[in-house]
């Protein structure tokens, strides 16, 4: 459109001048792949007075059952009668509109269309109402179907969630029903001697279906997460997730039952080796860039305690290596294991990164695991984070 308003009316009389003359307006409108209209606003019910062939194409009418009737002739049932006002609202205000409105052919097929409409001014005064259409219903399809995948994708997530929860459930009862044994054997036998040999091959054998039961669980995901090979990356990126902790898990099960048995354990002496060898295997260029300062007392741990704790640490250590240095950046990663009194061990894992996020603090699967291993051993959890990001866990000695 011209700039100006005389720039406007020289404009459109060139136009009324060369339609009358037949001239390459007339010509260029009539071939355009463009469908348009031209309405007279000074007529009764604003009827159609030009259609060029594009839109006798697009809608299916001949070009005599268009001219006379409203450019509103292909509206129907699933037309959104507050788009007609809008544009009504738009042309009495003197001022042009786009709308995305579904139109009808005559056939009765549906058509998407971006309509724009436009008033042409003569003498300021409105002489026309000027109409094309852009034909997007293909889009329309597209970003339909988009949506129905994508609702279709959640309630895969949503269903497949469910399964990782239910198995959760089966181990959660599983370590529970083993709790109870060990109870029930504590409990009934009475000889001090018979008592510690029973626990010994009892923490044997718990020892052994924990670890079977992690493998068939770790198992059990591969297989879904290969089921979902090359689709739905959420459900794959859940599945991986969880295959990663059961693996942590079973590594550090058996480990520390392999070095140091059934009895207690040298807590300090593991918790600097694991948190070297998590460093280590995480990212080589990240073990370069990150400091780790390990402080640990000398301190000897039953398993039911060591094991929550090492697990706790690995979260902790896992969430800082992934999430606490983005883009390259260089820190340092303190980890503190500390006798504060007769009754109190205190485990602390620091780091002087961005801080934790908002959405990793409330519902996280790595927090929600820490908190159950924490209630487990019957300690304190405390989560700080601000310039950098503070766990600290306190345990009865």
Known sequence: MPDNPRDQQDAERMVRTETARGGPFVVAAETTLMPMLIADPTLPDIPIVFANA??????????????????HLLSGSGTDPEVARAIDLALRAGEAIVRQVRLYRRDGKPLWLLQHVAPVFEEDRIRYHFVSFVDITERKAAEDGLRQLNEELDHRVSVRTGRLDELNRQLAAEVERRTEVEHVLRNTLADKDVLLRDKDNLMKEVNHRVKNTLQMASSFLRIQLDLTHGREPAVQEALHSAVERLDRMAEIHETLYRTQGLQEIEFGGYLRMLCRNLLVSFEPAQSLRVVLDVDADEVFLKPDQAIPLA??????????????????????IAVSFREISYEVLRMSISDDGIGMA?????????LTLMELLTEQVKGGLTVGSGAGTTIMVSIPA
């Open 54 to 71: 594009a839109f006798t194409r697009l809608s299916g009418h001949a070009r005599e059952e268009i001219l006379g009737k409203s450019y």
């Open 311 to 332: 697990l706790i640490a690995n979260e902790a250590m896992i969430n800082a290596l992934k999430y606490a240095f983005p883009d390259g950046r260089s820190g340092r």
């Open 358 to 366: 908002d959405e990793r603090r409330t519902g996280s699967l790595g």
